[in-house]
């Protein structure tokens, strides 16, 4: 056995359990994952692997071994044990979290305690121990969590107690207290044992479970999946049988074996219940907590046990059960007395009707009834050596033990003695009848042999011949009989039947326990195992039919068994019951229920009104029976009989047929009206209803005899069809006084009933035939109900107008249960036919008085507005709350319907709307009084006291999804900013539902059911069966968890104050904490509520509130411990996916200590009481499992890979710290790096899996994001290198896909948005865009809702489409398209990012600046293609048009390939080319951005061609794009410089343009560029006709002209550009002619601005910007201007050169006087400070040369050039004044903008620091001052 016990699936190795790496998969996780009803972690690789494990299976084969006892000295456990806990395998540490030795010693504890061997004890307490955070979660509330959660609530002490049930406020314990004592040795070995506990009783559940899915195929509470037939079949497998033998075939003698084995189970956990004190010997567990627990487990364990042996029996049921297996269970019972002493222990209570149940069903099951009486019947033969039948002995002991039980009047025995009786009775008859027979064998005998004269002398040497026959007739029981005195009369049975019927006890007992075997949420058993035990109570009352016929009693006890599950409200919900196991199936094809019950109820109908009706409304309902339905539909169309009481009036109008014969049988003399007219109504017509009469020659007959004063009631053979009469009944009850009523009024409940029936009626229907054909067919059978019901009714009336009718009355009734009950059943019907008729439902709403209006309350209050709710008043409340639900519902799932127009169904009249008569207006109506009505019943369930806790807990679990619904379909999708959406008319309620949670005034009272359901949540119940009730309670916290998810994010979602529900649920976040740790099914939604508080509370001004501190240190460490897990060891996706996402909000959004606690691993008390820094990360924080998992992250699920890396770029992000210690860890790096290397094209990828491409480039997004802060940081340090050469070698998934956002549909979008708008006219698929109120991922519910569209569309048969290629696909693949968008988008973005870094830490990589011109050009050509007019791809235009700029700036200092640049340019010219109205609004942004590239890629290309080639190619490459170069220059020139500068001179005189200065500087920037290309002097001519052809000329000096009245708050600067513009131009010689010509200096001198250029104040330090800016239009545009038009005309145009020089004396003398050395001046102000700047610099140096030129001219041409007055020389004194005190030059030196600033602050060159220079301004300045020297010291030549 030892080598078996080394399964490292059941228990791994022991140090990566202790290290965190592994979880074991404990018996609680198996069993609740096989309780799991979505089916997904029973579908865990995880568990499948578990369980079809060979050493597990034996612990199912062999169940005593699972917990088996040690084995003393020679225990083959033991020598395991050490070896799985010796250091070598597991290694300790000093810091090590976890010791060895007190494992060890806990599991030696823990097997000398309980009794258990060591490795069972060692697998125990390493589940203990990875289960600490959530037994911290889970355990005593501290004082400060109580006082939080009141405070939340606005409760005191006393109010809490009844507000917030099961909050223990009786704990004072601090929080540092309970985990003092936590951490003690004795709390430690508690929790070991009540884990062992827990451990028992999860082992029996799985169990139980397995045996189920074994033997019915599935699991209790989830369909057949791929991972249960695998389990199925390994264990099938594994027991030795086979899943393809038949039922029938079974294996008894499998089954049998193991079912003596469950009861030897069973009786040893019965005996475990009491002897705790002898098994546990520390003192520490003797206390009486720990004795409930271990009663609790015991029996829960016998349960589960007898439940498997339940199961196995009643597969076994072809042979009869063997005698010693009988005797072992009568035996248990008897020495047990039944578990009568159970009673005793309240805390038990309910445990014992389980208990109760399966004995009395294993008892009777055992009996096998049907099986025994056939037998003795002589039907069938039996093997009497093996079954029990054939044994005395056991059947002696059956007998004693329940004669027994029954005179101890226990209430368990009751049904078996009631079954015990046909057997008794069969075994007695059987024996009277062979003993008359041999009677009359031995008379026959004596006469013969008296005839023949024989003498009756026996002789010696023979046998009697009649002892003969004796012998050969003995039966097996013979024996049992005799000895129990029953051979002659039959006294023990008749006691046990007049024990079993007396006062109807055993059908009280049947009834009793056919709630406790139902479906609803008060039963503890599966619907499977429940329906079983309910089919053998059934032929309980099949057998003993012959003693009890059918009464009253019977009837009940036989509805009661087919009702559980059958009801109304259960007719939706999925059904996974095989036909075989559901008794209303069985019931449908068992003839002799049918005959006996069935049709002697129709027998007695409608006088006898109940059952009948209850049996057809019970019997419809199922739905996989689908013939047998069908049946009883016709035969309530075509009833065959009908039983009344004669009316007196009629009494003797009928004659007997067989007078001579006592059969009552008569025929009538003439006809019966059931609804005769009253005298007052009969001139009103009648043709149009069907008179209901009982024609005349009708046979029937009497049912009771003649009695001279009582009523005769009779049954008349007349086919007629009930619906209609019922319809009809209901009709007359309305007005009584309009008719005699010959079948009599019906009563409350009689109403209740038949309008339950027709609304059951109608829904089955509904609901069978669309899951059979389709929406259209179900709507179709459902109206053929409504028509049959409606037929007998006037013509301006209906059933629906009947049961509305009704309704109403009983609304304003008292409300008694039968009334009650009335309106339950008119809810239900409301409910079934609104699907048919919403139209008439809701304008029916919009008039009741159920719901309030405007003009009165609603009834609904008064009728439930009692502080205890009766059983009555709960189920009218939930139907009329789920009626609610569904108009809700019914509301937004018809929103296109009501607006659009489609074709109608074949079978529908082409006229036909159901949805006529219903406006916005009304469903508004409706909407808000439901949302009223809600409200005030969620806010009143706290105070209200219930039948019990789970009907509170149902009524908040439907109630709360309604008020969730109304918010998230009103503002879950389409546009807000939208007058009207599609669910407009739900907008007034959502906004007061919203409002009733998060205005200041709306109190505590209505967070108080939400409060109270997170305790109830956070204490759940430990307890194994009740699997409905659990469920319940897990929708319920789902369903408020939602609701409180969706309150906080709606506020944010509209940027609403959500104060004081915040800091409510702030307050109540650690029971949010222990909801996580309460079951893995509550981790989602809380998870998801605590991330909306995170976010919400980040988005306040001030310090946002704590999370953390709210939490506590206890609970957040043990909070974050769980999480930390990460749904270990099932490790599904989804749940994985919510918690990385978690950690995200937490490091995003301001929680400081909390965000430290992830990345760290450290709390801040941690790092207090330590000596480690915050920032130190330890082994077992988020930060390193993050890392540790991106090693690998190829091999992890996509989805948790892409919430990784969310996590960890958002660490980077917010926490830079984080970056050094990623840099500790060169594995994740790898990881990453490896994984871009593989990663195909997208463009590839997306053929095949559009998702895939998705998520890929979703990653590698990440990932850019996460090198280019590495990188980023790195470069801070100058340690870039290194890293940034390796990434450079990586990028190619990058340079393919990181800038071609190619996977953009425009078809698939355009062709899908215009052919959904053709076929629903009334909306656009505009309104099914999701909204920011929900997080969304990238998937097929990406963009659009598609789970909204999929209801809202359901209607039209185009949405699915005839091969599921409809309009739903279109959706899925446009949002998976849009994912994949959105993915390529983040990659450009993370690209741009990482690229941009790349060129920062490798400036001279040669292969980086040629990738990133390559980049760049992709950018250019990728805005070529059209993508859409999406604003985000307007978006993405600019980006790539900044990221090419970006990047051309970057290459131009570095002297790039002029080839390259060449080909760039070309490119670039492409695009702009594009750009057909640059100035528009829509696209100037843009294009400014292109200028501004093209600006910076002409100037890259005037610097890649001023450098010499490297080699021959390159220059090959330079002389090929030379010519290329220069055209693209020139059309340059033309459409962007000289056309563009008249655009924008014309726009700007246009007060509605967006036109800048900037504009016209960036185009004078271009030209300059342009300009400077080599070659292009050659070009002149063609400038000069392109600047001719669009004017240009004209068109600067008009704007100059104008600039004064353009200018901005007195700034001229329009005549700085315009002037500017010239300049450029003029620098070419002929450009500079043809100004001159076109008389460009008198423009100068005659516009407007010249009187201003001409006023004493133009300094460069005016106090104004107006004379500033006319200083800058001298300094820099005239003077320059003036020089180039010397230079290039020479003496010509001297003249008027120097007279525009004349015309500005104050400029040309206070040019002089800047320079004025210190002191040199008398007339110069004291106070007066001299600065110099690099502009007044220039504007001396140009003047100097255009006045030596001058006056060089002037001295060959005195009288033609007139001198101008300007003091060179005193210039010259005072240059050499200021070149020679550099200090003070340096000290006086005005940086003029941030351009010069930047010059001062930098360094010189060479040249500038051997010249003394100290800055870069400092050079440029002195360099111009010595120009300006060299020049005025010449001499005239």
């Given at each position: 056995m030892?080598?078996?016990l080394?399964?490292?699936v059941?228990l791994?190795?022991?140090?990566p359990?202790?290290?965190?790496?592994?979880?074991?998969?404990?018996?609680?996780?198996?069993?609740?994952?096989?309780?799991d009803n979505t089916g997904?972690?029973?579908?865990?690789?995880?568990i499948?692997?578990f369980l079809?494990?060979?050493?597990?299976q034996?612990f199912f084969?062999?169940p005593?071994?699972?917990?088996e006892a040690?084995?003393?000295?020679?225990?083959?456990?033991?020598q395991?044990f050490e070896?799985r806990t010796s250091a070598v395998q597991v290694?300790?540490?000093?810091?090590?979290?976890?010791d060895?030795?007190?494992i060890?010693?806990d599991s030696v504890?823990?097997s000398?305690?309980a009794?258990?061997?060591?490795i069972a004890?060692?697998?125990?307490?390493?589940i203990?121990?990875?289960?600490?955070?959530r037994?911290q979660?889970?355990?005593p509330?501290?004082?400060?969590?109580?006082s939080?959660?009141?405070e939340?609530?606005?409760?005191t002490?006393?109010?809490a107690?009844?507000?917030l049930?099961?909050l223990n406020?009786?704990?004072?314990?601090?929080?540092v207290?309970?985990q003092?004592?936590f951490?003690?040795l004795?709390s430690?070995?508690?929790?070991?044992f009540?884990f062992y506990l827990?451990e028992?009783?999860?082992?029996?559940?799985?169990?139980?479970?397995?045996?189920?899915?074994m033997l019915q195929?599935?699991?209790?509470?989830?369909?057949?999946?791929?991972?249960?037939t695998?389990i199925?079949n390994s264990f099938l497998?594994?027991?030795?049988l086979?899943?393809?033998?038949?039922?029938?075939?079974?294996?008894?003698k499998t089954?049998h074996?193991?079912?003596s084995?469950y009861f030897?189970?069973v009786?040893?956990s019965i005996?475990n219940?009491?002897?705790?004190?002898s098994?546990?010997q520390d003192?520490?567990l003797h206390?009486v907590?720990l004795q409930?627990e271990?009663?609790k487990?015991f029996l829960?364990?016998?349960?589960?046990e007898?439940t498997?042996a339940?199961q196995?029996?009643d597969l076994?049921?072809?042979?009869?059960?063997?005698a010693e297996l009988?005797?072992?269970?009568?035996q248990?019972l008897g020495?047990?007395s039944?578990?009568?002493?159970?009673?005793a222990?309240?805390?038990?209570?309910?445990?014992?009707p389980p208990v109760?149940?399966?004995?009395?069903?294993?008892s009777l099951?055992?009996?096998n009834?049907?099986?025994v009486?056939?037998?003795?019947?002589?039907?069938i033969?039996?093997?009497?050596q093996?079954?029990?039948?054939?044994s005395s002995?056991?059947?002696?002991?059956v007998h004693?033990?329940?004669?027994?039980?029954v005179?101890?009047?226990?209430?368990?025995?009751?049904?078996v003695?009631?079954?015990?009786?046909?057997?008794?009775?069969g075994m007695?008859?059987?024996y009277q009848?062979r003993?008359?027979?041999?009677?009359?064998l031995?008379?026959?005998k004596?006469?013969?042999t008296?005839?023949?004269?024989?003498?009756?002398?026996p002789g010696?040497g023979?046998?009697?011949?009649?002892?003969?026959i004796?012998?050969?007739?003995?039966s097996?029981y013979d024996?049992f009989l005799?000895?129990?005195?029953?051979?002659?009369?039959i006294?023990?049975?008749?006691?046990?039947?007049?024990a079993?019927?007396?006062e109807?006890?055993?059908?009280?007992i049947?009834t009793r326990?056919a709630?406790?075997?139902g479906?609803?949420e008060?039963v503890a058993?599966a619907?499977?195992?429940g329906?079983?035990?309910?089919l053998v109570?059934?032929?309980?009352l099949k057998a003993t039919?012959t003693?009890?016929?059918?009464?009253a009693?019977s009837v009940t006890?036989?509805i009661?068994l087919?009702?559980?599950?059958?009801d109304?409200?259960?007719?939706?919900k999925?059904n996974n019951?095989?036909?075989?196991q559901?008794?209303?199936?069985?019931?449908l094809t068992?003839g002799?229920t049918?005959?006996?019950?069935f049709?002697?109820?129709?027998n007695?109908?409608?006088f006898?009104f109940?059952p009948?009706?209850?049996?057809c409304?019970?019997?419809?309902?199922?739905?996989?029976?689908?013939?047998?339905?069908?049946?009883?539909v016709?035969l309530?169309?075509k009833?065959p009989?009908?039983?009344?009481v004669?009316p007196?009036?009629h009494?003797?109008q009928?004659?007997?047929?067989h007078?001579?014969?006592d059969?009552?049988?008569?025929?009538?003399?003439?006809?019966?009206?059931?609804?005769?007219?009253?005298?007052?109504?009969k001139?009103i017509p009648m043709?149009?209803?069907?008179?209901?009469?009982v024609?005349?020659?009708t046979?029937?007959?009497?049912m009771?005899?003649?009695?001279?004063d009582?009523p005769r009631i009779v049954?008349?053979?007349?086919?007629?069809?009930a619906?209609a009469?019922?319809?009809?009944?209901?009709e007359?009850?309305?007005?009584?006084?309009?008719?005699?009523?010959?079948?009599?009024q019906l009563?409350?409940d009689?109403t209740?009933e038949?309008?339950?029936l027709?609304?059951?009626?109608?829904r089955?229907?509904?609901?069978?035939?669309?899951?059979a054909?389709?929406?259209?067919?179900?709507?179709?059978a459902?109206?053929?109900?409504?028509?049959?019901v409606?037929?007998?009714l006037?013509?301006?009336?209906d059933i629906?107008s009947?049961?509305?009718?009704i309704?109403?009355?009983?609304?304003?009734?008292?409300?008694g249960d039968?009334?009650?009950?009335?309106?339950?059943?008119?809810?239900?019907?409301?409910?079934a036919i609104?699907?048919?008729?919403?139209g008439?439902v809701?304008?029916y709403?919009?008039r009741s008085?159920a719901?309030?209006n405007?003009?009165?309350?609603?009834?609904?209050?008064r009728l439930?507005?009692t502080l205890e709710l009766s059983n009555?008043?709960?189920d009218?409340l939930?139907?009329a709350?789920?009626?609610?639900s569904?108009?809700v519902d019914?509301?937004?799932?018809?929103?296109?319907?009501?607006k659009?127009?489609?074709?109608?169904?074949p079978?529908q009249?082409?006229n036909?709307?159901i949805?006529?008569?219903?406006?916005?207006?009304?469903?508004t109506?409706i909407?808000v009084?439901?949302?009223?009505?809600?409200v005030?019943i969620?806010?009143?369930s706290?105070t209200w006291?219930?039948p019990?806790e789970?009907?509170r807990t149902?009524?908040i679990r439907?109630?709360?999804?309604?008020m969730?619904?109304v918010?998230t379909?009103?503002?879950?999708?389409d546009d807000?900013?939208k007058?009207?959406?599609l669910?407009t008319p739900?907008?007034i309620?959502?906004?007061?539902?919203?409002?009733?949670?998060l205005s200041?005034?709306?109190?505590?009272?209505?967070i108080?059911?939400?409060?109270a359901?997170?305790?109830?949540?956070?204490?759940?119940p430990n307890?194994?069966?009740?699997?409905?009730?659990?469920?319940?309670?897990?929708?319920?916290?789902?369903a408020v968890?939602?609701l409180?998810?969706?309150l906080?994010?709606v506020a944010?979602?509209?940027d609403r104050?959500?104060t004081?529900i915040?800091?409510?649920?702030?307050?109540?976040?650690?029971f949010?904490?222990?909801?996580c740790a309460a079951?893995?099914?509550?981790?989602?939604p809380?998870?998801?509520?605590l991330?909306?508080?995170?976010?919400?509370a980040?988005?306040t001004?001030?310090?946002p509130?704590?999370?953390?501190?709210?939490?506590g240190?206890r609970?957040?460490?043990?909070?974050l411990q769980l999480l930390s897990?990460?749904?270990r060891?099932?490790d599904?996706?989804?749940?994985?996916g919510?918690?990385?996402r978690?950690?995200?909000?937490i490091?995003r959004?301001r929680q400081q200590w909390?965000?430290?606690?992830?990345?760290?691993?450290?709390t801040?008390?941690?790092v207090?009481e330590?000596?480690?820094?915050?920032?130190q990360?330890s082994?077992?924080s988020?930060?390193?499992s993050?890392?540790?998992?991106?090693s690998?992250?190829?091999?992890i699920?996509?989805s948790?890979?892409?919430?990784?890396l969310d996590f960890?770029?958002s660490?980077q992000?917010y926490w830079p710290w984080?970056?050094?210690n990623?840099?500790?860890?060169n594995?994740?790096m790898?990881?990453l790096?490896?994984?871009v290397?593989?990663l195909?094209?997208s463009s590839?990828?997306?053929?095949t899996?559009?998702?895939?491409a998705?998520?890929e480039a979703?990653?590698?997004a990440y990932i850019?994001?996460?090198f280019?802060?590495?990188?980023?940081?790195l470069?801070?340090m100058g340690?870039?290198g290194?890293?940034?050469?390796?990434l450079?070698?990586d990028?190619?998934?990058?340079?393919r896909?990181g800038?071609?956002?190619?996977?953009?549909?425009?078809s698939?979008?355009?062709?899908f948005?215009?052919?959904?708008?053709n076929?629903?006219?009334?909306c656009?698929?505009?309104?099914?865009k999701r909204?920011?109120?929900?997080?969304?991922s990238?998937?097929?519910?990406?963009?659009?809702?598609?789970?909204f569209?999929?209801?809202?569309l359901q209607f039209?048969p185009g949405?699915?489409g005839p091969?599921n290629?409809?309009f739903?696909?279109?959706?899925?693949?446009?949002?998976?398209?849009?994912s994949?968008?959105?993915?390529?988008?983040?990659?450009?973005?993370?690209w741009e990012?990482?690229?941009?870094?790349?060129s920062?830490?490798l400036p001279?990589?040669?292969a980086?600046k040629k990738?990133?011109?390559?980049?760049?050009?992709?950018?250019?050509e990728?805005?070529?293609?059209?993508?859409?007019h999406?604003?985000?791809?307007?978006r993405?235009?600019?980006?790539?048009?900044?990221?090419?700029?970006?990047?051309?700036?970057?290459?131009?200092n570095?002297?790039?390939s002029?080839?390259?640049?060449?080909?760039?340019?070309?490119?670039l010219?492409?695009?702009?080319?594009?750009?057909?109205?640059?100035?528009?609004?829509?696209?100037?942004?843009?294009y400014r951005?292109?200028l501004?590239?093209?600006?910076?890629?002409?100037?890259?290309?005037v610097?890649?061609s001023?450098?010499?080639?490297?080699?021959t190619?390159?220059?090959?490459a330079?002389?090929?794009?030379a010519?290329?170069v220069s055209q693209?220059?020139?059309s340059?020139?033309d459409r962007v410089?000289?056309?563009?500068f008249r655009?924008?001179?014309?726009?700007?005189h246009d007060?509605e343009?967006?036109?800048?200065?900037?504009?016209i500087a960036?185009?004078?920037a271009?030209m300059q560029?342009?300009l400077?290309i080599?070659?292009i002097?050659?070009?002149?001519?063609?400038?000069?006709?392109?600047m001719?052809a669009?004017d240009?000329?004209?068109?600067?000096?008009?704007?100059y002209?104008?600039?004064d009245?353009?200018?901005?708050?007195g700034?001229?600067?329009?005549?700085e550009?315009?002037?500017?513009f010239?300049?450029e131009l003029?620098a070419?010689?002929?450009?500079?002619e043809q100004?001159?010509?076109?008389g460009?200096l008198?423009?100068?001198?005659s516009?407007?601005?010249a009187?201003?250029?001409s006023?004493?104040?133009v300094t460069?330090?005016?106090?104004?910007v107006g004379?500033?800016r006319?200083y800058?239009?001298w300094?820099?545009?005239?003077v320059?201007?003036?020089?180039?038009?010397?230079?290039s005309?020479?003496q010509?145009?001297?003249?008027?050169v120097?007279?525009v020089?004349n015309?500005?004396?104050?400029l040309m003398?206070?040019s002089v006087?800047?320079?004025?050395?210190?002191?040199?001046?008398r007339?110069?102000?004291?106070?007066?400070?001299s600065?110099?700047t690099?502009?007044?610099?220039s504007?001396?140096h140009?003047l100097?040369?255009?006045t030596?030129?001058?006056?060089?001219f002037?001295?060959?041409n005195?009288?033609?050039?007139?001198?101008?007055?300007?003091d060179?020389?005193?210039?010259?004194?005072?240059?050499?004044?200021w070149l020679?005190t550099?200090?003070i030059?340096?000290?006086?030196?005005?940086?003029l903008?941030?351009r010069?600033?930047?010059?001062?602050a930098?360094?010189?060159?060479?040249i500038?620091?051997?010249a003394?220079?100290?800055?870069?301004?400092?050079e440029?300045?002195v360099?111009q001052?010595?120009?300006v020297?060299a020049v005025?010291?010449?001499d005239?030549?």
């Open positions: 030892a080598p078996l080394v399964d490292k059941y791994p190795d022991l140090e359990c202790l290290k965190g790496e592994t979880a074991i998969l404990s018996w609680r996780l198996v069993a609740l994952a096989l309780a997904h972690r029973q579908s865990s690789q995880t499948v692997d079809t494990n060979p050493q597990v034996t084969t062999k005593s071994t699972t917990f040690p084995a003393g000295d020679n225990d083959p456990y033991k395991t070896t290694t300790p540490t000093p810091n090590d979290k976890y060895v030795a007190a060890k010693e504890w823990l000398k305690n009794r258990i061997n060591l004890a060692l697998r125990v307490v390493l203990e121990f990875q289960s600490r955070a037994s979660l889970t355990g509330v501290s004082s400060q969590d109580n939080s959660l009141q939340a609530a606005g409760a002490n006393a109010q107690s009844s507000i049930p099961g406020l009786t704990s004072t314990r601090d929080a207290e309970i003092t004592d951490d003690k004795e430690r070995r508690r929790r070991i009540e827990v028992r009783r999860y082992f029996s559940m799985t169990t139980d479970y397995i045996f189920t899915l195929e599935s699991l209790p509470t989830s369909p057949v999946t791929n991972a249960t695998v199925r497998q594994a027991f030795g086979t899943s393809a033998t038949p039922q029938s075939e079974a294996p008894a089954y074996a193991l079912v084995q030897t189970l009786t040893g005996n219940i009491g002897d705790m004190g098994v546990a003192q520490i206390d907590d409930k271990w009663m487990a829960e364990e016998a349960i589960h007898m498997v339940f196995l029996l076994a049921n072809q042979v009869l059960a063997p009988l005797q072992q269970w009568f248990f020495d047990t039944f578990l009568n002493q159970l009673e222990f309240e805390d038990l209570s309910d445990l014992i109760y149940c399966l004995l009395c069903a294993i099951t055992m009996f009834i049907p099986r009486i056939q037998y003795l019947e002589g039907e033969d039996v093997d009497s093996v079954e029990y039948i054939g002995e056991a059947l002696e002991l004693e033990i329940i004669m027994a039980a005179e101890r009047n226990i209430s368990p025995a009751i049904p003695a009631y079954g015990w009786i046909p057997i008794l009775h007695w008859r059987s009848n003993a008359e027979k041999r009677d009359a031995q008379n026959q004596a006469i013969e008296y005839d023949s004269g024989t003498a009756m002398i010696a023979r046998r009697n011949s009649a002892g003969s004796t012998t050969i007739d003995k097996s024996d005799t000895n129990t005195q029953m051979e002659k009369e006294k023990p049975a008749q006691f046990l039947a007049e079993a019927t007396s109807g006890r055993v059908f009280s049947i326990i709630e406790w075997l479906t609803s008060h058993f619907a499977s195992v329906s079983r035990m309910r109570l059934l032929d309980l039919y003693y009890v016929p059918y009464n009693e006890a036989l009661s087919l009702s559980p599950g059958h109304y409200w259960n007719l939706s999925p019951l095989l036909p075989r559901d008794i209303v199936s069985c019931t068992d002799f049918l005959d006996t019950y049709h002697q109820a129709l007695r109908y409608p006898e109940a009948f009706s209850r049996l409304r019970i019997l419809s309902c199922a739905t996989s029976s689908g013939e047998k339905l069908v049946d009883i016709n309530l169309q009833t009989t009908l039983v009344f004669m007196a009036y009494f003797n009928f004659e007997l047929i007078e001579d014969r059969d009552d049988m008569f025929e009538l003399l003439e006809d019966i009206p059931l609804f005769p007219v009253v005298s007052s109504r001139r043709d149009e209803e069907d008179p209901f009469i024609p005349a020659r046979t029937g007959v009497f009771n005899t003649a009695s001279a009582g049954r008349v053979e007349w086919e007629h069809s619906l009469l019922l319809g009809k009944r209901l007359a009850t309305l007005s009584p006084k309009l008719y005699q009523l010959a079948l009599g009563s409350p009689d209740s038949a309008i339950s027709i609304g059951t009626l109608i089955t229907e509904t609901l069978r035939a669309s899951r054909a389709g929406d259209a067919e179900g709507s179709e459902g109206l053929i109900i409504l028509a049959e409606s037929r007998a006037p013509r301006n009336k629906i009947i049961v509305c009718e309704l109403d009355i009983y609304l304003e009734g008292e409300p039968s009334s009650l009950a009335v309106l339950t059943a008119c809810f239900q019907f409301l409910h609104l699907p048919l008729f919403p008439r809701w304008s709403m919009a008085a719901l309030s405007d003009s009165s309350g609603g009834r609904l209050s439930v507005g009555a008043q709960f009218f939930l139907s709350v789920r009626v609610f569904n108009l019914s509301a937004m799932s018809s929103s296109v319907q009501r659009a127009v489609t074709k109608p169904s079978r009249k082409a036909e709307n949805w006529l008569g219903v406006s916005d207006k009304i469903m109506q909407t009084s439901i949302s009223h009505a809600v005030d969620f806010e009143s706290s006291k219930f019990s789970v009907h149902i009524l439907d109630l709360v999804p309604v969730n619904n918010i379909y009103t503002f879950g999708i807000m900013t007058r009207k959406t669910t739900l907008e309620s959502a906004k007061y539902v919203i409002d009733s949670f200041p005034a709306a109190g505590s009272l209505r108080q059911p939400l409060l359901t997170l305790v109830a949540a956070s204490q759940c307890t194994t069966l009740y699997a409905n009730g659990r469920q319940a309670i897990f929708d319920q916290t789902i968890l939602g409180a998810t969706t906080v994010r944010n979602f509209f104050s959500s004081t915040e800091l409510q649920l702030f307050k109540a976040t650690p949010v904490a222990r909801v079951n893995d099914a509550f981790r989602k809380a998870i998801s509520l991330e909306a508080l995170v976010v919400s980040g988005k001004t001030g310090e509130p704590s999370l953390l501190g709210y939490l240190p609970t957040s460490r043990a909070f897990t990460l749904d060891p099932f599904q996706a989804e749940q994985v919510a918690i990385w978690f950690f995200s909000t490091v959004n909390m965000a430290n606690c992830l990345l760290t691993g450290k801040p008390r941690d207090r330590g000596h480690d820094k915050t920032s990360t082994s077992d988020v930060l390193t993050a890392l540790g998992r991106l690998s992250i190829s091999s699920p996509t948790e890979a892409l919430s990784i960890l770029t660490a992000n984080t970056i050094f990623l840099q500790k860890n594995e994740f790898s990881g790096r490896s994984y290397r593989e195909k094209s590839i990828t997306s053929k899996d559009v998702l895939q998705s998520n979703r990653i590698a850019a994001e996460t280019a802060m590495q990188l980023f940081h470069r801070q340690q870039a290194p890293l940034a050469k390796d450079a070698q990028l190619d998934y990058y340079l896909d800038v071609l956002v190619s996977g953009y549909n425009n698939l979008h355009a062709n948005s215009r052919n959904f708008s076929q629903y006219p009334g656009t698929l505009e309104n099914f909204t920011l109120l929900e997080p969304r990238l998937g097929f519910e990406y963009y659009y809702a598609l789970s569209a999929d209801r809202m039209d949405w699915i091969r290629n409809g739903k696909s279109e959706m899925e693949m446009a949002n998976a398209n849009l994949l968008v959105d993915a390529q988008i983040a990659l450009f973005h993370a990012y990482l690229l941009l870094e790349l920062n830490c001279h990589n040669d980086l990738q990133s011109l390559q980049v760049a050009e992709q950018c250019l990728a805005n070529q293609s059209n993508q859409g999406e604003l985000i791809f307007e993405l235009t600019e980006s790539r048009v900044n990221l090419a700029l970006m990047l051309v700036q970057r290459v131009v570095n002297t790039p002029a080839g390259d640049v060449a080909q760039l340019l070309t490119t010219w492409a695009t702009v080319s594009t750009v057909e109205e640059p100035y528009n609004k829509d696209s100037i942004l843009l951005t292109l501004k590239l093209l600006y910076v890629t002409l100037r890259a290309q610097s890649a001023g450098r010499n080639p490297k080699d190619a390159e220059k090959l330079m002389n090929n794009s010519a290329a693209t220059v020139l340059i020139l410089v000289a056309g563009g655009t924008l001179v014309s726009l700007i007060s343009a967006i036109i800048f200065p900037e504009d960036i185009l004078t271009i560029a342009c400077c080599p070659g002097s050659q070009s002149q001519t063609q400038i000069v006709n392109i001719a669009h240009a000329v004209h068109v600067a000096v008009s704007l002209s104008w600039s009245k353009l200018a901005d708050k700034d001229p600067i329009y005549g550009l315009s002037l500017l010239l300049l003029s070419l010689p002929l450009v500079a100004l001159a010509c076109d460009l008198n423009h100068l001198t516009a407007s601005m009187s201003y250029l006023r004493p104040n460069p330090f005016a106090d104004t004379p500033q006319c800058s239009i300094a820099k545009a005239i320059p201007l003036l020089l180039n038009v010397t230079t005309l020479g010509t145009i001297a003249p008027e120097a007279y020089l015309q500005f004396p104050n003398k206070s006087e800047r320079f004025e050395a210190l002191g040199g001046s007339t110069q102000s004291r106070n007066k400070s600065y110099i690099l502009l007044s610099v504007e001396v140009s100097a040369l255009i030596r030129v001058l006056g060089v002037r001295s060959n005195t009288r033609d050039v007139p001198e101008v007055e300007w060179s020389q005193g210039l010259l004194e005072n240059v050499e004044f020679s550099r200090k030059l340096r000290e006086r030196l005005l940086p903008g941030p010069e600033a930047e010059w001062k930098m360094p010189p060159s060479d500038g620091k051997a003394g220079c100290e800055s870069r301004l400092e440029k300045v360099e001052l010595e120009a020297r005025l010291s010449e005239l030549e």
